[in-house]
């Protein structure tokens, strides 16, 4: 066999199973509207060497530093929040649980041991998107980014600028809306090849294959729901009779990237 065609199966075999592992991992979808976190009181993430991480109510949570941390879950409280806590943290992050994306409206988030300002950055398929600098204060600020278009969209925010300083980051509320779907053609690194459109309702194009391509996708569980090969002659990826929902695609040695069938 062909030692390079091997090498790059066998890269795009670990990156199926990565992806695998990412989809499987995800389970459920942020509400739209306002998340208030209520319900019982409860350890996310105990207290215990940095990083830490959690699910909560369609909500992943990553904290990091250069010490220990927390992640708590004061659903029987009043009012209802989630605390972070970190030593000498450098980042905050939170993201939907299932990977879907959302409209960021405002978030209101109460901070402890640190003061000033912090940078919020908006992603997409691991992509930042945009950033604003916000100040922390002592009271609940509720951060408004209804009108931000870089916050439309998006899968996660992460929080940085923390000088390393202690944080505990008590989050009250999260409101998002339902992401504003467009027809958009994703643009891979690899090959110069594009993918369109997406969001779809049958086909996906892809654009500029130069050679025999490999396709996989799967659902957000994990399991595969389609294969194949495109080329040159047959560049389309048919989804017509898959069920409305979000998906993985792979292309050989390609990102994995998300494809949204309506």
């Known amino acids: 066999m062909n030692k390079c065609y091997f ?28 998340t208030t976190f209520d319900g019982s009181n ?12 959690g699910s909560l109510q369609g909500w992943s949570f990553f904290v990091d530093g250069e010490g220990s941390g927390s992640i708590n879950h004061n659903g029987a409280n009043s009012p209802n929040t989630v605390t972070v806590f970190a030593q000498q943290a450098t980042t905050l992050n939170m993201a939907s649980d299932d990977g879907s994306e959302f409209n960021l409206d405002s978030i209101i988030i109460q901070w402890f041991s640190f003061l000033g300002n912090f940078t919020m950055t908006s992603y997409r ?38 000088s390393n300083s202690n944080i505990t980051a008590i989050i009250d509320e999260i409101t998002i809306s339902t992401a504003t779907l467009s027809i958009d053609t994703i643009r891979l690194n690899q090959n110069n090849m594009s993918i369109f459109p997406n969001p779809t309702s049958d086909v996906l ?9 490999h396709f ?3 659902d957000i569980k994990g399991r ?3 294969q194949g ?34």
């Not at 408004?144 to 870089?150: A, Q, V």
């Open 7 to 34: 090498k790059n199966q066998s890269k795009s075999i670990v990156g199926l199973l990565v992806v695998f592992f990412l989809v499987t991992t995800l389970s459920a979808q942020p509400a739209i509207g306002t």
């Open 42 to 53: 409860a350890n996310v993430a105990a207290y215990d060497l940095l990083p830490r991480n």
């Open 125 to 162: 398929d691991g992509n930042s998107i945009g950033a604003v600098v916000l100040s922390a204060s002592s009271s609940f600020s509720d951060y408004d980014l209804s009108n931000n278009d870089d916050f439309k969209n998006i899968d996660e925010i992460r929080m940085t600028g923390f």
């Open 205 to 213: 194009m892809v654009k500029s294959i130069k050679n025999i391509t």
């Open 216 to 218: 996989k996708i799967v």
């Open 224 to 226: 595969l729901i389609k």
């Open 229 to 262: 090969s495109i080329d040159q002659n047959n560049s389309v990826v048919n989804l017509k009779g898959v069920d409305a929902g979000l998906y993985i695609l792979q292309l050989d040695d390609e990102k994995p990237i998300k494809v949204i069938k309506n």
